[in-house]
């Protein structure tokens, strides 16, 4: 049975999101490590991209994302690092070359 998460962000999107993640902090004086994972709270911001919906209204329980602060945190960690320049860039290309476009002129001919 798939989650709201695994339909939101499939195997293939996550195989180009997941390296361009930075690696976790790493806890001062020990510390509990992170509880929730970081492709459930993607999945969170692809949902809020995708519904336009309020913060407060984040499904987090169906999302297991904890909370709509984690997410928030998140998105802002990952933004600052550049993540989704990058994921856009990286979708770009994907796109390019499977139009058989070699960035050399135009990609076709009108």
């Not at 989650?3 to 997941?18: C, G, H, I, K, N």
């Not at 001062?28 to 809020?48: E, L, S, T, W």
């Not at 913060?55 to 933004?79: F, I, M, Q, Y």
Request: proline residues 10%; contains cysteine; charged residues 20%.
């Amino acid at each position: 049975m798939t989650t709201l998460a695994d339909d939101l962000v499939p195997d293939q999107l996550w195989a180009l999101v997941e390296p361009l993640l930075p690696a976790p902090p790493r806890l001062p004086y020990g510390g509990r490590h992170r509880a929730i994972p970081d492709r459930n709270c993607f999945a969170a911001i692809v949902y809020m991209a995708r519904t336009s919906t309020s913060w407060r209204l984040l499904p987090t329980h169906e999302l297991g994302c904890g909370s709509p602060a984690t997410v928030w945190r998140r998105l802002t960690k990952w933004a600052k690092a550049g993540v989704f320049d990058q994921l856009h860039l990286e979708v770009l290309d994907r796109l390019g070359n499977a139009a058989g476009w070699t960035g050399r002129g135009p990609a076709w001919t009108p």
